[in-house]
T-cell receptor, first 108, second 113 residues
Framework: GQNIDQPTEMTATEGAIVQINCTYQ??????LFWYQQHAGEAPTFLSY??LDGLEEKGRFSSFLSRSKGYSYLLLKELQMKDSASYLC?????????WGAGTKLIIKP | NAGVTQTPKFQVLKTGQSMTLQCAQD?????MSWYRQDPGMGLRLIHY???????DQGEVPNGYNVSRSTTEDFPLRLLSAAPSQTSVYFC????????????FGQGTRLTVV
């Protein structure tokens, strides 16, 4: 079956670093995505990994290990505006399979 | 450049009514899709299209119809609304099936009473 697991909720402090994990079991794999979704808004693209390793983009980095079915999103220098849900998704053929999302709460 | 335009933003329907959610993109994207998002669950794919005239079912297609007569438009029809279809619906588009980024509309919050 298709399964993507993420923690439901995480809390971190402004200025700190947080790592959001995602594990997946899918019948196919053509890339892994991370999206950010603020409450009441549409998801917006953060990162894409198709090869093993780390992709860095400003304060955000994403890591992929295909052999372990594992990815993480690393957020540095947390800001209050980073309070949002973070969605992990795997492309399998024409379709994206989505995790339920991790709600990140930032405290001052 | 408007991106993905989705209407309406909010809608209340009575059980048994039908309606069409509109989705249009102006980026000449080939791939378009419809999702529903429910609390505690990931986005679930309803239908998708890889180009004009081509549509296919996703994970949860029952009760919904789509068509793709042009590259720009991908409407979603609810044939006979049921309370189980109360959800937030998102339309998304991307340059191709293998694109590295999808763009989402602002969503439609649908309540069926």
């Amino acid at each position: 079956g298709q399964n993507i697991d993420q923690p439901t909720e995480m809390t971190a402090t402004e200025g700190a670093i947080v790592q959001i994990n995602c594990t997946y079991q899918t019948s196919g794999f053509n890339g892994l995505f991370w999206y950010q979704q603020h409450a009441g808004e549409a998801p917006t693209f953060l990162s894409y990994n198709v090869l093993d390793g780390l992709e860095e983009k400003g304060r955000f980095s994403s890591f992929l290990s295909r052999s372990k079915g594992y990815s993480y999103l690393l957020l540095k220098e947390l800001q209050m505006k980073d309070s949002a849900s973070y969605l992990c998704a795997v492309r399998d053929g024409h379709q994206l399979i989505w995790g339920a999302g991790t709600k990140l709460i930032i405290k001052p | 450049n408007a991106g993905v335009t989705q209407t309406p933003k909010f809608q209340v329907l009575k059980t048994g009514q039908s309606m069409t959610l509109q989705c249009a993109q102006d980026m000449n994207h080939e791939y378009m899709s419809w999702y529903r998002q429910d609390p505690g669950m990931g986005l679930r794919l309803i239908h998708y299209s890889v180009g004009a005239g081509i549509t296919d079912q996703g994970e949860v297609p029952n009760g919904y119809n789509v068509s793709r007569s042009t590259t720009e438009d991908f409407p979603l029809r609810l044939l006979s609304a049921a309370p189980s279809q109360t959800s937030v619906y998102f339309c998304a588009s991307s340059y191709s099936t293998g694109a590295t980024e999808a763009f989402f509309g602002q969503g439609t919050r649908l309540t069926v009473v």
